[in-house]
């Protein structure tokens, strides 16, 4: 029987300051799990590190557990705005159960 | 007219026509419409903001592959623009580029006029929106106060060279619009800065060459910092005051800044078509995939019903079923045939293998 992938909750703070504690997966993006959970993320793109619409903020905690940024996305940040040192798209976050927990907060440019 | 629409009926704009069917979007379910429409010999003339066809595919994912189109494991979005192209090539369909449809009226004898911002007027019994997720448009960076600059000082896009002629000038961006117009515009202004938020550019490698031939003659400054303020009154800007890591905020002189962070989507005037939107989108029955308002059809990206999928396969499905129902709204006198493209000698001769 195929197994079903194993779940991984990440926390995800609004543009209003608002927390949300949503379900993931793994091998899900962290913006699919953000879209999927009906938070207002515009990801107008689709996930295909083409738009920087699902910028997020990653908890200074966490930002050395995070894989480096590629240089596709390092690029692509330069369409979003109020970039800073922890500016990710939260597309190129792929899930894993190691990022249980993981907290990211939406950033300017990714509200519908 | 350039290489990527060379070869397309593309129509100069403010002029009148009158056609079978107004598609607004020439994103790949528009194209794919032309061809559905065209085996039903219904003409259309399509309405886009882009200079070219293909929508999202073109703009925003050229180079990306897709792997669900149906029969092509791999296409890139160019490629699968330039092979629906190919296949809409026999109905001949007109473009209208670079315009947003900005309007939609009925006229008394029950005929759609579809206005665009440059006065295209484009009249048919069927309208069929098309427009994905909406108008590509420039993204706004979020820097306080910045809507009284706009058309004075602050540009999205250059539409006249000699608005920057002698004027001390900042550009931002790192991508090919932001480097092709700082090379163009570096003979003419009398000053001219580019501020990119980190030392390294996505535009065309002989693009970035070029303009650090120009930083290294002095005849260009570069600015590896973010824009924080616009200083200035009564719309004229006066500087810019940039902030970057090591040496904190200062100011640039400039009369003109030029903001090139890419575009979005944007529903636009779409909004205002009485089309009792639902989120933002179209709801349509699924048989049809008309409207609320007989005539007006919408597929794709920019259409709802229970079970959507905003996937392009699902438009191709859609537009087929529009056609059939278009055809019987343009033409309510004639009998549709149903007929495959393997065995009808007429089908064979509109695509011009028979």
Known sequence: ?112 | MNALTSGLNVREPGEVHRTDVAVIGAGPVGLFAIFELGLLDLKCHLIDILDRPGGQCTELYPEKPIYDIPGLPVVTGQELTDRLLEQSRPFGAAYHLQQMAAGLERTPEGIWRVTTDLGTVVEAKVVVIAAGGGSFVPKKPPIPGIEAFEGSSVFYSVRRMDEFRGKRLLIAGGGDSALDWTLNLAPIASEIALVHHRDGFRAAPDSVNKMKALVAEDRLKLHIAKIKRLNGEGGQLSSVTLEAKDTGEFDVPCDRLLAFYGLTMKLGPIAEFGLNLHENLVPVDTEKFESSTPGLFAIGDINWYPGKLKLILSGFHEAALMAQAAKRIVHPDQRVIFQYTTSSTSLQKKLGVA
């Not at chain 1, 949503?22 to 295909?48: H, Q, S, V």
């Not at chain 1, 997020?56 to 240089?71: I, N, Q």
Request: glycine letters at 8%; hydrophobic letters at 35%.
């Open chain 1, 1 to 112: 029987m195929e197994q079903l992938p194993r779940p991984v909750p990440i926390v995800v703070t609004d543009m209003q300051g608002n927390v949300h504690e949503i379900e993931g997966a793994d091998g899900w993006r962290a913006m699919e799990a953000i879209r999927d959970n009906g938070l207002p993320i515009k990801a107008e793109c689709g996930g295909a590190c083409a738009c920087a619409t699902c910028h997020v903020y990653v908890d200074p905690d966490w930002l050395s557990r995070l894989p480096a940024r590629s240089e596709e996305e390092e690029e692509r940040l330069g369409d979003a705005f109020e970039v800073e040192e922890n500016s990710r798209l939260s597309c190129q976050i792929l899930l894993t159960p190691e990022l249980e927990g993981l907290k990211l907060t939406l950033a300017p440019g990714s509200e519908p």
